[in-house]
């Protein structure tokens, strides 16, 4: 898979050890985030990866900042975006398998690495299961249409 991945300066140190894991994985990684812990702002780092995500440049994203939450907020602004924090493996599969979360979130100041890797590696494996789930999105993107 193609994975985009974006992280504020709480991170970079996080973001590269999540990057190994993930080509280690197989997977090809496109780093969007920044490289330096020099205060920077979050929100125009989020919609670069949202924006990529929703046009199919990336199959899925990966945000991290303070808490995962800011990031996740301003990615969350894009159409067709799905971002969801995770502080835990169980949230992180079911954010795929029920809200079918196409960027997983998490906070560098909540989780260590060894959870934020279990929380990648349990969205990543986990399947969408469709059915009900599809209509509950599709009534999520009908409230998008309307904004
Ligand atoms: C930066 O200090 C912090 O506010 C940011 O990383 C994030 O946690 C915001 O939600």
């Known amino acids: 898979m193609k994975i985009m991945i974006g992280n504020d300066h709480t991170s970079p140190d996080m973001k ?24 920077c702002d979050y929100p125009q780092i989020g919609e670069k990866v949202g924006r990529a995500v929703a ?10 900042c303070g808490t995962g939450v800011g990031i ?6 894009v159409h067709g975006v799905r971002a969801a924090v995770c502080s835990d493996v169980t949230t992180a599969r079911l954010v795929k398998q029920h809200n079918n ?3 997983i979130a998490f906070g560098a100041r909540i989780v260590g690495l060894e959870t934020a890797k ?30």
């Open 118 to 147: 279990d929380i990648v590696k349990a969205y990543l494996e986990a399947e969408f299961e469709g059915g009900r789930h599809q209509t509950r999105i599709d009534i999520i993107h009908e409230i998008e249409e309307r904004i």
């Open 101 to 103: 979360a196409n960027i």
């Open 55 to 64: 046009a199919g440049k990336a199959d899925c994203g990966v945000l991290i």
């Open 16 to 39: 590269w050890e999540i990057v190994k894991f993930l080509e280690g994985m197989g997977h090809e990684v496109i780093n969007c985030g920044v490289d330096t812990t020099k205060s």
């Open 72 to 77: 996740s907020l301003a990615a969350n602004k």
